[in-house]
């Protein structure tokens, strides 16, 4: 069924460009009656044709071969990968989207809805458990959830309908659907009024790392030795808040001051990412370098560079984020991330190679280590913290299997068989 | 005589959908909305299988299930309970209830359709 549209995607692309068919024909070598049999799908076209005619176009060359459709089976193939308990018969897709390509749409657009929902579950589950209000929110979207899963599950399934019943269940989809919109406002605009000064959910250490974020994690003023004062009282307001962006950023000016932007820079580029090559080389320990490369200039390092901060207890002190590397705030994060593991061994040095699950699977290349901080009178036990400098792994098909896998928290984390598991997933079946 | 199951749902499109399902597979289905009357619905209609919502209106599903099972000729009766919290403690304090099958939202119809098979199975062979 794709293959045969090329031709009048070609056409179509063509117009609206403002191509005549003989412009076109001439860019890429051929006659204008050749494309147009083409343009009429009466000549199969591919390869370097093809490549050349999409370039003319300024398309991807799967624009032409593929269109829509391609995007609409995509979404039908995952919402079948991700049906719990329900095989789909994956062989029929393309005569499924054919035949009814209306239902098709519903089926992928209450997917997409779903996909989204529980991206949002995921975002909120931390935040679930200490607020009762968010939790009546989320009862209320999960609910709707439930009811346009079942409802579409239905609408999809294969043989006819009554149409009584049919048409019943398209407008419950309907509803469901406005009420999931509804519900989803409610709830954005909930959480949009706890973004409010003073709000009780807020933490400090979000604040600072809001305020971070704004600045783009790279604070010239420091490198170049402003007293840290300055710049808390600019930036944020609250006292907690400023409170903890002055440890924040005092240790930033310090890992700036014993690993300064030109020098390092010029290390970089002589010996690469190598945070132990960097730590022998500026003679500083290693929690320094990692710290120090999370807070650089966009630029200086190839790729991002994420970071997570906590105490022994397990609490998240500081974090930075990149794309894909999540961590719950309130103590209940994977134990498998090595930024834990390294508070059973302080002071050995970790480097792993990690695969964050979720719906998007994402790899990271990390380093940790755990070390004690000073004390201030003899006898008593050093408090120890640890760090982890999360770097995300590109090309991750072509390099080895992940030593580890880690979710967000037990709740949402697809992972069964997994020795750290505290409690059931809410993504697996009923017991 | 038809096998019969009772809904307690307030959502009504959870409701239709269920219904639409277990009538399809030979189910008498009765459905009630309201937690504060339920467990006379449920004394009144002498259902084969229970399907019920935490979070009701006017009583909660888990006190609706505590009172149920206090009736001594309720305690077989086999009660799959739906809720949107899968947390170990919500499953737990269901248990202790005295729950048969416990599921989160949003759950597959086939997870639906399995557990009342399942339950319904057990409940005939004892």
Redesign the interface.
Known sequence: MRDTLTGSRIRERRLISGLKQAQLARQVGISASYLNLIEHNRRRIGGKLLVDIASALSVEPSVLTQGVEATLIAALREAAADAVGQEAEVDALDEFAGRFPGWAGVLAQMHRRVVSLERTVETLSDRLTHDPHLAASMHEVLSTAAAIRSTAAILAEPGELDAQWRDRFHRNLHQDAERLAESSKALVAYLDESESPGDRRGLPAEEVEAFLERRGYSLPELESGQDVSEVVHSGLTSPASRAVAEQVLAQYAADARVMPLTELRAALDDCGLDPLHLAARFSVDLPTVLRRLAFLPEGILQRPAGLAVCDSSGSILFFKPVPGFTMPRHGEACPLWPVFSALTRPLVPIRRRVTQLGRTAAEFECFAIAWPQPVTEIGREPVYRSVMLVLPIEDSKGAGASEVEVGTSCRICPKSRCDARREPSILSEGF | MSRKVLLIED?P??T???R??LTREGWNVETHAEGGNAVEAILAARPDLVILDV?LPGKSGMDVLRELREHEEMQALPVLM?T?????RD?EMAEKAGVS????????????L??VRDLHAQASRT
Do not use: C, Y
């Not at chain 2, 949107?84 to 170990?88: F, H």
């Not at chain 2, 099958?101 to 639906?112: A, D, G, L």
């Open positions: 959502e499109n959870i239709e959908a269920i639409f399902l979070m739906l949107a919290r899968g947390q170990s499953r099958r416990f599921m989160t939202k949003p759950f597959s119809n086939t997870e639906v399995t557990a």
